[in-house]
């Protein structure tokens, strides 16, 4: 999702150099990304809660106090509380490619990727998870 974003972004009015940048990125992206895992899982288990496989260790948590935390622990410009389930709740019924595809995209408020240059989808996954509670 993220190499979508990045190509789909128009390059017309950017410098030579933000230009070399995002192909860079790209190529990056690309050579290191791994099929997306299986995450349809069935009945009632954890694998069926949004984000719930998906776990934050200290390198996400680490991004996550760089980058979402500016909002999230707060309710920042109308950001989800971390923890606060019910509007996590509201938000994880949309789905989690809905979900993803905001927080790379950007959405209202929130810049893309959330002002984490550094985060790949997992990362996200994991800070998601973390903040609406289903990866505890």
């Given at each position: 999702?993220?190499?979508?974003?990045?190509?789909?972004?128009?390059?017309?009015?950017?410098?030579?150099?933000?230009?070399?940048?995002a192909?860079?990125?790209?190529?990056?992206?690309?050579?290191?990304?791994?099929?997306?895992?299986?995450?349809?899982?069935?009945?009632?288990?954890?694998?069926?809660?949004?984000?719930?496989?998906?776990?934050?260790?200290?390198?996400?948590?680490?991004?996550?106090?760089?980058?979402?935390a500016?909002?999230?622990i707060?309710?920042?410009?109308?950001?989800?509380?971390?923890?606060?389930?019910?509007?996590?709740q509201?938000?994880?019924?949309?789905?989690?490619?809905?979900?993803?595809?905001?927080?790379?995209?950007?959405?209202?408020?929130?810049?893309?990727l959330?002002?984490?240059?550094?985060?790949?989808?997992?990362?996200?996954?994991?800070?998601?998870?973390?903040?609406?509670?289903?990866?505890?």
């Amino acid at each position: 999702m993220i190499k979508s974003y990045v190509m789909n972004t128009s390059l017309q009015n950017r410098t030579p150099s933000a230009i070399v940048t995002a192909t860079l990125l790209i190529m990056l992206i690309s050579a290191c990304s791994n099929a997306a895992p299986d995450r349809s899982g069935g009945g009632t288990n954890a694998s069926t809660v949004a984000f719930a496989n998906d776990m934050a260790d200290e390198s996400v948590m680490s991004k996550w106090a760089r980058s979402c935390a500016l909002c999230h622990i707060s309710g920042e410009a109308g950001a989800p509380i971390v923890g606060d389930t019910a509007d996590w709740q509201r938000r994880l019924a949309q789905g989690e490619q809905s979900i993803l595809r905001r927080v790379i995209e950007g959405y209202n408020s929130m810049p893309p990727l959330g002002y984490c240059m550094a985060c790949e989808e997992d990362d996200f996954r994991a800070m998601i998870g973390y903040m609406a509670r289903t990866n505890q």
